[in-house]
């Protein structure tokens, strides 16, 4: 609308509060929720890497992982797939072997 809004009628203003509502919710309904593979504490990240306990816990401690790791007080939530791929990208600067 070129039209300054002081200068709308009240059907030209809800004519286009309507278009934009309409807009605002096909935006909304585009966007697909995104499905984050999570593991809980020492434990899952032990799972995930295949390795043990206190390994995961000095990979954890070392600080490789610290974007994948969210941690408050005991509860430790690691993103799974970001927990790998800085795996990967860890163990492709040493050398190391490649995870699954």
């Known amino acids: 609308m070129e039209n300054p809004l002081v200068t709308c009628t009240v059907e030209e203003f809800l004519d286009l509060a309507v278009e934009k509502f309409a807009q605002f919710v096909a935006a909304e309904d ?56 800085l795996m990967r990208l860890q163990n492709k600067r040493k050398g190391g072997r490649m995870l699954k």
């Open 30 to 85: 585009d966007r697909k929720p995104v499905k984050k593979n999570l593991v809980y504490g020492l434990a899952g990240l032990r799972d995930l890497l295949g390795c043990s306990l206190s390994t995961a816990a000095r990979i954890k401690k070392s600080g490789v992982l610290n974007a994948a790791i969210h941690q408050t007080g005991k509860l430790i939530v690691v993103d799974a797939d970001l927990a790998l791929e």
